[in-house]
């Protein structure tokens, strides 16, 4: 069956057998089965030295165009679980139906992973190609699965974990596979949920634009879970009937084809008229009703939505046969899914919405971790630019000459360097990728990221985080792009017009650095024509129902995970300093590592110290006085960095160098956490 010419083919032939030691014999059946598909259906080689796969350059953007509105849909999704799994080495993928790689986000230590088996734009990862691994596997079972390292066929691909999980359209019919892959030692289930919740939520975003010009019935046995992952959604038309169910709604209905319950009318479901649970919903501000299953009794928590456009009630006889129905509801944006009753929050959601339709640039303020760039991106998914690009850059993150190309681009002339990469090994009898085509570091890879992150934004949102990092130099630039509309791009190139609203955030100090002359005055008042301030969770008044609404979203892959009044209690009364991005990290830990389905005060990870009272450093009160006003996130970050510097010495290239960052950043890190180191004598 094989040829016994290396150890990875031996060891697929070795499980296959039944005669593999300890380590074969937790195979699972699917790998088995694709194994066998590979060897006997596609005759592929484990061991083969092949280039991969990739389809000509036209081909792949056509193939990307036909599938515009998926990746529009899954975009945010991957940005939001690329953030979940940030510093995990894991990049994340979208492919088509036919295994085509559509949209990549990539981590910087995954580069040379990525180059090496071929995750560049427009590879085919199907199994005929790309053996067995995360996406073809998946597409071919239909279902959420890990391969992990030594599962994968060819064994250029062993030192990788891939986590993937199908979409699939309203017909049931497979359109897509989410997959997180990265050099991971362990096969981690947590990532693989954390992944098929995410690909569910893309399936319903795909779902709710399909019939947007429909009623809508959205529900849940639990009321705290409708809106979120893992929600049944009915579609109706304007006379009531059934059009269409989403996998959701047919599991938690008990119904195995939707063509059971297709054309019945609403009460076939559920013990309510459409018409009436439109009018109640509507009443009660679009809070979950309960409603009751009409068939076994069961409790559901419901709410109906009015189609986004009156051509849903265009014509006489429609509106005749849905007489009492209110006037169609537009529904809830983006925006309004962040307000859960903080009045700053909400003054803030108002005050994006009356500029979502002008081109003001908007600064947002607040502590790391409360949810800028989610604010960001809710602004866009709200606005008329919701189907152009949402463009994400963090402006401390990269040494100053990479921020550069990142933002502007590169000359032309260093097209041909600096994105060259290694020979990869590769895999089957193929075209292989044109030279120089790769991932990029921390977003979407394309051969237009020469063009840079701005002019990939054209006719979208430039979301700029921790602006007040970006140096001078490229300070001027900005503001240039801001006035003039126009990109100069690196070489002396004939300028570029694009069309941006850009939206950048701070964590506050701004007018500070433009007193010390680290921030210019101009670009700072032309950055700020509306200022938002996000208030820390601490302070805010919807603390109570956001926790309970962050759980609800963490626990949807599991709904009998219950939240327990004690471990709320503890979780409003803490202060968190880390923030929103702090209360999900401990609520996944403690989903993830929980012996029931309750989880109560002693799930808490003791490293936390949640419920407790929040302790003061004792070094706080030696601070020098540049530093008084720290938030306490700021005051352990300074901390931190004193450690690393006293640990090298004073050597600020060794600690840049640790740091992954560059000399000019942390520089500016130290200036701002008020760090002077002292005299060299």
Known sequence: ???????HARYIQSVLRGTARDEGQGTPDYVKRSWLRCLTQYHLDPQSQREPYVLPRDERLARKERNLELVSFADAEMAHLYHQLAGSGYSIILTDRDGVLLDYYGDLSFRNAAFRTGLVLGAVWSEEHGGTNGMGTCLFERAPLIIHRDQHFFSRNTGLTCCAAPIFDYRGDLVAVLDASGESDRAQQHTLVLVNMSAQMIENRLFLYRFKDEFV??????????GTWGEGIIALDAAGAIAALDRNALFQLGVKNAAELTGAPLERVFNISLSALVGRSQKKSFHPL???DARHGGRFFAIAQAPQSKRALGSK??????????LPDPGRSPLDELDFGDPMMARNIQAARRTQSREVPILLLGESGTGKEFFARA?????????KPFVAVNCSSLPEAQLEQELFGRPSSARGTAQAVPPAPAAVAAPAAPQGEAPAAAGKADAEEDLGRIVQANGGTLFLDDVGELPLELQARLLHVIEEREVLRPGGEAP???????????RG???EKVRRGEFREDLFYRLQSLVLTLPPLRERKDKSALIRHIFAQESAATPSVILGDDLADALRAYAWP?????LRNVLRGMIAMRSGDRLDGSCLPADYGVGEPEAVPPEDCELPPEAQGLNPLEKAERGALLKEIEVHHGNISRVAQKLGIGRNTLYRKMRRLGITLPPRH
């Open 1 to 7: 069956m094989l040829q016994p010419i290396g150890s």
């Open 217 to 226: 019935v959205r529900f849940h046995s639990r009321p705290e879970l409708v």
């Open 290 to 292: 309960p409603i009751y």
């Open 317 to 326: 006889q429609r509106v005749a046969r849905i007489e009492e129905l209110p």
């Open 379 to 387: 602004m866009h998914a709200s606005s008329d630019r919701a189907d």
């Open 496 to 506: 570029v017009r694009v069309d941006v609203r850009v939206v950048s955030a701070a």
């Open 509 to 511: 100090g701004l007018q």
């Open 578 to 582: 880390g923030n929103i991005r702090q």
